[in-house]
């Protein structure tokens, strides 16, 4: 009698919402059907991803906060519906990576004494510069500290330069190095190319190896290849870094090389540099001309000591916390006899700016678009999975702190997965700002000069009807500015996918007007960069997309095929 009773009441319910029921058995079969078994790339996903990531419910995905967890734990699921082994600490998806947190606590000082004219520069911050602290100190005092103007900053003894000709073992542990960003032009080894020692980073580094108490960089537009609003919005609030600072490869240029945490690190806006140099009876302009000449056998005036005193303070708290990569990998179904271990790393940072003075940092495109084009990316393969045959590994991998300097990738590189060493990558492949703006008749390859990824992507632009286009502003230092770069330090041939520059049934100055003077101006690190369904054009995505995963579908498929970098990778 009971069992009747139940069976009548469960005929009742299964009456009362069956409606229901086929409704959620077909949206089940529907989703099921898109994401697992359909192997065609669906740009519908890509909106759907970029929308999510960068809602206001994910606060601009800030590393250690709760944004940076939803972005996270998203990832992963997606990683793990798609069947994705872990590649991160204890069996999971997440590399813990060490990062510290430093927030200046009340308005910094910084004075510009000239000693002769018993004349002071009092710089105001954010305005007139942005400084951070790469010490653990929470009280930062710097009293009448020398200064020198190095130039460019560079000891490149394999191109016959060096601007730090008379400080060889000179005591800097008083001193403040004044250093320009970018490369003179006489160290461009080719078209289109440029070198890490043009790289805000390798500044830094140069200027811990020689133990220099403090580093000052002078902006231009052109230099830095960003205004100052973007310099000024990466200071503000809390600035994060690795906990162990870097001092990159030795330059053997100096006895008993020390690796030096800098007491203070940041960057002028032009105008105070102008206002300094014209006290000292010079110009910038001159200083700059002077710059573009410092060979080893130059007479110049490279490094010069200026008369002039820094004095800076500032206050500090600290933060230490965990950021979290996310990491799986697509293992070959059969790997080549002496290639164990091979495998082709794909990324797309997961970072961006948080929320600053009460704006939300969406970065929509930065980089919400790419991890979007990572997953989608992710789906094709192991979806291809059952129909081809796979000899090398594929990698997925979204870091964190791209926006901070690479922190993620740099801590991955140095800390890879034992069964992945990042000796064993073959290459790396970058989406960072996914193409946005339509298709395009060609592609840009930030890296392609540096090995032979060249032809290989050339070849596989080809079967889409696309061409390889140059990078139209070598100045701007794009190579160096995203997660693929670390790995070309790390001797791994390396590039990061671009938008084109010739736009289809657009104009011949689209690019320019659109993607340069439009998004790369007045939202690239902006609240602005936000979603916009009517606004984000996809199908350039998806033409990044097919030519990419044709790439990584050749180099995972054919142990034969090997690229090579041109001497350094990087």
């Known amino acids: 009698?009971?069992?009747?009773?139940?069976?009548?009441?469960?005929?009742?319910?299964?009456?009362?919402?069956?409606?229901?029921?086929?409704?959620?058995?077909?949206?089940?079969?529907?989703?099921?059907?898109?994401?697992?078994?359909?192997?065609?790339?669906?740009?519908?996903?890509?909106?759907?991803?970029?929308?999510?990531?960068?809602?206001?419910?994910?606060?601009?995905?800030?590393?250690?906060?709760?944004?940076?967890?939803?972005?996270?734990?998203?990832?992963?699921?997606?990683?793990?519906?798609?069947?994705?082994?872990?590649?991160?600490?204890?069996?999971?998806?997440?590399?813990?990576?060490?990062?510290?947190?430093?927030?200046?606590?009340?308005?910094?000082?910084?004075?510009?004494?000239?000693?002769?004219?018993?004349?002071?520069?009092?710089?105001?911050?954010?305005?007139?510069?942005?400084?951070?602290?790469?010490?653990?100190?929470?009280?930062?005092?710097?009293?009448?500290?020398?200064?020198?103007?190095?130039?460019?900053?560079?000891?490149?003894?394999?191109?016959?330069?060096?601007?730090?000709?008379?400080?060889?073992?000179a005591d800097l542990s008083n001193t403040v190095l004044l250093m320009m960003v970018n490369q003179p032009a006489a160290l461009t080894v080719a078209a289109n190319d440029t070198l890490y020692y043009a790289r805000w980073t390798y500044k830094q580094e140069v200027a811990r190896r020689r133990g220099a108490r403090g580093l000052i960089l002078i902006h231009t537009n052109g230099t830095a290849g960003y205004g100052w609003q973007v310099v000024s919005n990466g200071y503000v609030g809390e600035v994060v870094r690795l906990r162990d600072v870097d001092c990159g490869p030795s330059d053997a240029s100096q006895s008993g090389e020390t690796c030096q945490p800098l007491a203070f690190f940041?960057?002028?806006?032009?105008?105070?540099?102008?206002?300094?140099?014209?006290?000292?009876?010079?110009?910038?302009?001159?200083?700059?001309?002077?710059?573009e000449t410092s060979m080893t056998t130059s007479k110049q005036l490279i490094p010069m000591k200026l008369d002039v005193s820094v004095s800076h303070s500032a206050d500090y708290s600290y933060r230490p916390f965990f950021g979290k990569n996310v990491v799986g990998v697509l293992p070959a179904q059969q790997e080549f006899p002496g290639k164990e271990g091979e495998h082709v790393v794909l990324m797309g940072h997961h970072d961006h700016l948080g929320t600053r003075n009460g704006s939300i940092y969406h970065g929509a495109l930065d980089n919400a678009s790419g991890?979007?084009?990572?997953?989608?990316?992710?789906?094709?393969?192991?979806?291809?999975?059952?129909?081809?045959?796979?000899?090398?590994?594929?990698?997925?991998?979204?870091?964190?702190?791209?926006?901070?300097?690479?922190?993620?990738?740099?801590?991955?590189?140095?800390?890879?997965?034992?069964?992945?060493?990042?000796?064993?990558a073959m290459s790396a492949i970058a989406f960072d700002i996914g193409n946005a703006w339509g298709a395009t008749d060609d592609m840009v390859l930030l890296g392609a000069e540096k090995s032979d990824f060249k032809d290989v992507f050339s070849q596989s632009l080809s079967t889409i009807g696309l061409?390889?286009?140059?990078?139209?502003?070598?100045?701007?230092?794009?190579?160096?500015?995203?997660?693929?770069?670390?790995?070309?330090?790390?001797?791994?041939?390396?590039?990061w996918v671009r938008e084109g520059i010739k736009y289809r049934f657009q104009p011949?100055?689209?690019?320019?007007?659109?993607?340069?003077?439009?998004?790369?101006?007045?939202?690239?690190?902006?609240?602005?960069?936000?979603?916009?369904?009517?606004?984000?054009?996809?199908?350039?995505?998806v033409q990044q997309l097919m030519a990419t995963n044709d790439v990584i579908a050749r180099l995972a498929s054919d142990p034969s095929l090997v690229v090579k970098c041109n001497g350094k990778c990087y």
């Open 371 to 424: 991890v979007a084009m990572v997953l989608l990316s992710a789906k094709y393969f192991t979806c291809k999975r059952n129909t081809s045959f796979l000899q090398r590994s594929v990698v997925f991998f979204c870091p964190t702190g791209e926006e901070a300097g690479l922190l993620g990738s740099a801590f991955y590189t140095r800390n890879s997965p034992v069964h992945y060493p990042v000796t064993k």
């Open 1 to 169: 009698y009971q069992r009747r009773v139940h069976g009548d009441r469960l005929i009742g319910l299964l009456r009362m919402h069956y409606p229901i029921l086929i409704l959620l058995f077909t949206v089940l079969s529907v989703v099921q059907s898109n994401d697992i078994d359909s192997c065609t790339l669906d740009q519908n996903l890509i909106d759907t991803h970029i929308q999510i990531l960068s809602s206001d419910k994910f606060a601009g995905r800030a590393p250690g906060t709760p944004g940076e967890e939803l972005s996270v734990n998203y990832i992963a699921s997606q990683f793990a519906q798609y069947g994705l082994q872990p590649l991160g600490d204890n069996g999971t998806y997440f590399q813990s990576v060490p990062l510290l947190g430093v927030t200046s606590n009340n308005p910094s000082t910084l004075d510009l004494s000239i000693s002769h004219l018993s004349q002071t520069i009092k710089c105001t911050p954010t305005v007139d510069y942005a400084f951070t602290s790469e010490t653990n100190a929470a009280d930062i005092i710097v009293s009448e500290a020398n200064m020198v103007f190095v130039g460019y900053g560079i000891y490149a003894p394999e191109y016959n330069w060096d601007d730090f000709k008379d400080l060889a073992d």
């Open 467 to 495: 061409t390889l286009s140059s990078d139209p502003f070598p100045a701007k230092l794009f190579f160096f500015r995203s997660d693929h770069f670390s790995f070309a330090k790390a001797g791994v041939p390396s590039v």
């Open 266 to 291: 940041g960057w002028v806006q032009q105008y105070i540099a102008e206002k300094l140099a014209i006290s000292l009876g010079s110009t910038l302009q001159n200083w700059f001309e002077l710059a």
């Open 508 to 541: 011949p100055d689209y690019y320019y007007n659109v993607v340069q003077s439009g998004y790369f101006a007045h939202q690239y690190h902006q609240p602005t960069d936000a979603f916009n369904a009517t606004a984000i054009k996809l199908d350039g995505m």
